[in-house]
C-alpha cells in the first residue's frame, strides 16, 4: 500500500500545483475558472487579425471577443495604419473600447483611462479614469502608468493658491507631492517603454520638478529614447537643441540628422526650409555624415505601420 502511495506521489503533486496555478491565473485575469478555456484561446489560439474585415471584427466584437472589441475601437480612430482605418469616429471608438475594456482587455483600460480624462466620446470623469488607469497598471500595462503620471500632473495643476493665502505652503506641498507621484508612475512608464512617459522625464529633468532635479545630460538621453520610439515631439527638441546649441553641446551632425529623420516621420514643408537653412552653414563632409546617421536612425525607428500596428498589442 505504502509503495503504490509513493508512486502517486508525484502525479499527486503535479495536480495540487495544476490547482495553484489555475486558480492564480483565474485571478490575475479576472475570470471565472469555467471560463479560462475560452480565455486562453482569445489570448494565444485566436487568429484574429489586425486587418480583419470590418465586418468579421464587428461580429466577433459583439460575441464578446476583447481583442475584436479593441481592434474594432482602435480602427475607428487617427491612430490605426492609414489602410486599416474604418473611419475617425470618436464616438464608436470610446464605445468599443468600454467594452474591451471591461471585457479585460489591459490596453483598452489606459485608453479608456485617457477617453475619461481628455473627455473624448464622453463627458471628462477624472474618478473613472483614474480608476481605468489603475486597473490597467495592476495589469503592468505600460500606458496605465503613463495615465496615472498625466492624472496627478492634472491634479497637481488645479492647485494654484493664491500667495497671500494662510494656507498656501500647505497648498504648494501638496501640488509637489502630487508632482512627484505623477513622475514616479512616468517612470515605471518609461521602464516599460511608453515614449509619452520618456519624454514627460526628459522635459522634468529639463526644468527640475519635484524628485528630479535639473539635468541637461539626462534630458537628452530621455528625448532620444522617446524618439527612437517615433515621437515626433521628442525628434523635433532633439533637431532644435542640437542646431542652437540651447542645454545641449551644439552638433550640427545630430541636428541635420534628426531633422531629417522629422522630414521622413511629419513631411512638414518648414522642416525642409530649415534643413535647407542648416546644410548652408556645414561643410559638405559633415551634411554627409548627417545623412549617413539619419539612415542609421530610421533603420531601428518602428516604420508608421509597424508603430500603429503594435498598438493593437494588448501589452504595449
Same mark, same amino acid.
Given at each position: 500500500m505504502r509503495s503504490k502511495l509513493l508512486r502517486l506521489r508525484p502525479y499527486v503533486i503535479a495536480a495540487f500545483v495544476g490547482t495553484i496555478l489555475v486558480v492564480d491565473l483565474s485571478n490575475q485575469w479576472e475570470v471565472p475558472i469555467a471560463q479560462l478555456p475560452n480565455e486562453l484561446h482569445d489570448r494565444y489560439v485566436s487568429e484574429l487579425k489586425a486587418d480583419a474585415r470590418p465586418a468579421e471584427?464587428?461580429?466577433? &466584437?459583439?460575441? #464578446?471577443? =476583447?481583442?475584436?472589441?479593441?481592434?474594432?475601437?482602435?480602427?475607428?480612430?487617427?491612430? &490605426?495604419? =492609414?489602410?486599416l482605418q474604418i473611419r475617425d469616429d470618436v464616438g464608436v471608438a470610446f464605445k468599443w473600447t468600454q467594452k474591451a475594456a471591461e471585457n479585460r482587455h489591459p490596453r483598452a483600460m489606459a485608453v479608456l483611462s485617457l477617453y475619461y480624462l481628455r473627455g473624448l466620446g464622453t463627458p471628462k470623469d477624472l474618478v473613472k479614469a483614474k480608476e481605468w488607469a489603475n486597473r490597467a497598471a495592476d495589469k503592468s500595462q505600460?500606458?496605465?502608468y503613463r495615465m496615472l503620471g498625466d492624472i496627478a500632473a492634472a491634479e497637481a495643476k488645479t492647485i494654484n493658491p493664491a500667495k497671500d493665502s494662510p494656507d498656501y505652503k500647505a497648498k504648494q506641498n501638496d501640488r509637489a507631492e502630487l508632482l512627484k507621484r505623477s513622475y514616479e508612475q512616468y517612470q515605471l512608464g518609461a521602464n516599460a517603454g511608453d515614449r509619452h512617459s520618456l519624454r514627460e522625464l526628459a522635459q522634468a529633468y529639463e526644468t527640475g520638478q519635484p524628485g528630479l532635479p535639473q539635468n541637461y545630460r539626462l534630458a537628452v538621453d530621455y528625448y532620444t529614447r522617446s524618439a527612437m520610439r517615433r515621437d515626433p515631439i521628442s525628434i523635433r527638441t532633439l533637431?532644435?537643441?542640437?542646431? =542652437? #546649441?540651447?542645454?545641449?553641446?551644439?552638433?550640427l551632425q545630430q541636428a541635420y540628422a534628426w531633422r531629417l529623420v522629422l522630414i521622413e516621420i511629419e513631411d512638414n514643408s518648414d522642416d525642409d526650409a530649415?534643413?535647407?537653412?542648416?546644410?548652408?552653414?556645414?561643410?559638405?563632409?559633415?551634411?554627409?555624415? #548627417?545623412q549617413e546617421l539619419a539612415i542609421k536612425l530610421l533603420k531601428d525607428i518602428p516604420a508608421e505601420g509597424s508603430d500603429a500596428l503594435a498598438r493593437l498589442n494588448p501589452a504595449r
Open positions: 471584427l464587428l461580429r466577433l &466584437a459583439e460575441a #464578446g471577443n =476583447s481583442q475584436a472589441q479593441y481592434i474594432y475601437a482602435l480602427r475607428h480612430t487617427k491612430y &490605426a495604419p =492609414s489602410d505600460p500606458m496605465g533637431a532644435d537643441r542640437y542646431e =542652437s #546649441g540651447e542645454k545641449t553641446p551644439k552638433d530649415k534643413l535647407g537653412q542648416l546644410g548652408k552653414t556645414m561643410k559638405l563632409e559633415d551634411v554627409q555624415a #548627417g
